[in-house]
């Protein structure tokens, strides 16, 4: 039986936890991955009486308690995304197993990176840019809903963007949206009434900034493709055809951004920023957002950062 410390929830295919999980096994560290793909292979078992949960891989058994599980690092979305059809079978695993990862929050004495409570309301665009703007930071004019406001011009460029991660499956192929550059005229042509969108004012000349938040600890970096600004989304480009180069915000951004996300209770975020002339506009924060990339093309601490975090290291 192997006591567990530290717990790792994710996928397979996850390099950042990938990442946590090399940085826990440097520092010799009792910890456990579970993979929520994976997890009809495992044998789980928890007792209520115990307050103790085992979970049996292969040959090997781990056991977590309330008092011996210090810290989980929650790498699982709290949603279940619309997508492909699933079998009855498939809609059983993926509905069930949810509200299992759910569920763990009964380790309530362990620290969470994130506790999926502070995921799940944070993951809410509007409550997200409602609660930045209560912070001092600037926002986009923003507007989310089925209809159009009165004051869309034909002749400006807006973004358009999904509420929540849009994720479909046609023919066996996935398929992903990214905010998009409309003209009004577009707007004004379109039909949008099936389902909510969220409508921003573009930003031009905008550099995009990404700020990787642990703690009260900010990596921020630029992002540039051949030393120039993008316009519209960065995503859409290949992530090694980009340039990350590190930052400095001002502290009157930096103590905005932290108040942030202690409101929000995040311990972690992955934070996009636009810089237009001398100011930031905040676009969004992602609370389960990626940087394992950032580590390699920026070379920035954060899994050590995240660990730190973890096992409540300065």
């Known amino acids: 039986m192997n006591d567990v410390n530290y717990l790792v929830v994710s996928s397979t295919i996850d390099y950042s936890s990938d990442l946590i999980c090399y940085e826990l096994e440097q520092r010799g560290k009792s910890y456990l991955r579970i993979n929520r793909d994976h997890f009809a292979e495992y044998k789980i078992l928890y007792s209520l009486e115990a307050d103790c949960l085992n979970i049996r891989m292969d040959d090997s058994t781990y056991k977590m308690t309330s008092d011996t599980l210090r810290s989980v690092y929650f790498r699982a979305p709290v949603f279940l995304r619309t997508g492909k059809t699933y079998s009855l079978q498939e809609q059983l695993y993926r509905g069930q197993w949810s509200a299992f990862i759910r569920n763990l929050i009964a380790f309530d004495k362990a620290k969470w990176v994130n506790h999926p409570v502070a995921t799940y309301r944070a993951e809410n665009k509007l409550y997200q840019l409602k609660c930045a703007k209560r912070f001092g930071l600037a926002v986009p004019t923003t507007y989310i809903g089925n209809s159009l406001p009165a004051d869309i011009m034909r002749e400006c460029t807006y973004i358009i963007k999904s509420l929540d991660t849009a994720l479909f499956y046609d023919n066996g192929q996935e398929m992903f949206t990214y905010s998009t550059m409309v003209t009004g005229q577009e707007l004004l042509n379109a039909e949008i009434k099936s389902a909510p969108v969220v409508i921003q004012e573009c930003l031009h000349n905008k ?8 703690g009260d600890e900010l990596f921020a970096v630029s992002i540039t ?54 100011t930031y506009y905040f676009i969004e924060v992602n609370p389960t957002g990626e940087w394992g990339w950032l580590v390699s093309a920026s ?6 950062t995240i660990v730190n975090s973890l096992v409540m290291e300065a």
Not at 207 to 214: A, E, K, P, Y
Not at 299 to 304: A, G, M, R
Request: aromatic letters at 6%.
């Open 207 to 214: 550099t995009d900034l990404r700020v990787t938040v642990i």
């Open 225 to 278: 493709k051949n030393g120039r600004k993008i316009e519209g989304d960065w995503r859409q480009n290949a992530k090694d055809e980009l340039n990350y180069d590190r930052i400095d915000l001002p502290p009157k951004i930096q103590m905005q951004i932290l108040d942030l996300m202690r409101f929000l209770g995040l311990e972690f975020g992955g934070i996009d920023l636009a810089l237009v002339d001398e």
């Open 299 to 304: 070379h920035l601490p954060i899994s050590e």
